[in-house]
């Protein structure tokens, strides 16, 4: 059984899944909130009064997240004995997205105004992300830190990348397998998204993508 689900403060909505609606809960989403909702899904999934227990395997809880997702699958599995396997696609390396590479002016700044904006590439929004978020990364490092996370994962890990990712560098792949040598690394020659844009109007997926996809289900099985 597969199970797929947003986030609660991604910014979408029950009426517009594949839309930002709700720019104020997007600008309200932080780390340990992700963690929250991740949390919850595998209890449902995991509770026998889930009206699909039955065809669900429960000793067999497996992750996959793609970027911030990855990096927030990482944690949870550190901290959830559930999960047995875990899969990121071009995941993040450290929870600093996306003030890890800001000046200090830019910093100031976005403390003072409580607000900094980013123009989202396919709507082309404005998106707002609150100081909120910054905070909430300094009052929880510890909780925070992927790479201890990874570190001390004992558990299978595919960690698969976009030779030509430009939002999260292939660079944190090679990281990501260093700090758990344990773990296998797949990479495609492609972008963050592994070729894929929305909406996708095709019924195959983009070769890249396609791949990641297959060596994904054999990494599982």
């Given at each position: 059984m597969l199970l797929k689900f947003n986030f609660s403060h991604n910014g979408t909505t029950s009426e517009q899944p594949e839309e930002f609606?709700?720019?104020?809960?997007?600008?309200?989403?932080?780390?340990?909130?992700?963690?929250?909702?991740?949390?919850?899904?595998?209890?449902?999934?995991?509770?026998?009064?889930?009206?699909?227990?039955?065809?669900?395997?429960?000793?067999?809880?497996?992750?996959?997240?793609?970027?911030?997702?990855?990096?927030?699958?990482?944690?949870?599995?550190?901290?959830?004995?559930?999960?047995?396997?875990?899969?990121?696609?071009?995941?993040?390396?450290?929870?600093?997205?996306?003030?890890?590479?800001?000046?200090?002016?830019?910093?100031?700044?976005?403390?003072q105004t409580g607000v900094q904006y980013y123009t989202n590439g396919r709507t082309k929004q404005e998106m707002p992300m609150y100081y909120q978020l910054y905070q909430n990364y300094e009052q929880n490092q510890q909780l925070l830190d992927i790479k201890n996370a990874i570190q001390h994962l004992n558990i299978p890990i595919l960690i698969c990348h976009g030779t030509l990712d430009s939002a999260v560098l292939i660079e944190t792949a090679f990281q990501l397998k260093e700090w758990q040598p344990n773990a296998q690394l797949f990479t495609v020659e492609s972008d963050h998204v592994f070729g894929r844009k929305h909406p996708w109007t095709s019924d195959a997926l983009p070769l890249p993508m396609q791949a990641v996809v297959d060596k994904s289900i054999l990494f599982l099985k």
């Amino acid at each position: 059984m597969l199970l797929k689900f947003n986030f609660s403060h991604n910014g979408t909505t029950s009426e517009q899944p594949e839309e930002f609606g709700n720019l104020e809960a997007f600008g309200q989403n932080n780390y340990t909130k992700e963690l929250e909702d991740l949390r919850k899904v595998i209890d449902w999934v995991c509770e026998p009064e889930n009206p699909f227990h039955a065809a669900i395997d429960t000793s067999k809880v497996y992750l996959i997240g793609h970027s911030m997702g990855g990096g927030i699958s990482i944690l949870q599995s550190t901290e959830d004995s559930r999960i047995k396997k875990l899969i990121t696609w071009a995941g993040i390396g450290e929870c600093k997205t996306p003030w890890g590479n800001w000046s200090a002016a830019r910093m100031e700044e976005w403390k003072q105004t409580g607000v900094q904006y980013y123009t989202n590439g396919r709507t082309k929004q404005e998106m707002p992300m609150y100081y909120q978020l910054y905070q909430n990364y300094e009052q929880n490092q510890q909780l925070l830190d992927i790479k201890n996370a990874i570190q001390h994962l004992n558990i299978p890990i595919l960690i698969c990348h976009g030779t030509l990712d430009s939002a999260v560098l292939i660079e944190t792949a090679f990281q990501l397998k260093e700090w758990q040598p344990n773990a296998q690394l797949f990479t495609v020659e492609s972008d963050h998204v592994f070729g894929r844009k929305h909406p996708w109007t095709s019924d195959a997926l983009p070769l890249p993508m396609q791949a990641v996809v297959d060596k994904s289900i054999l990494f599982l099985k």
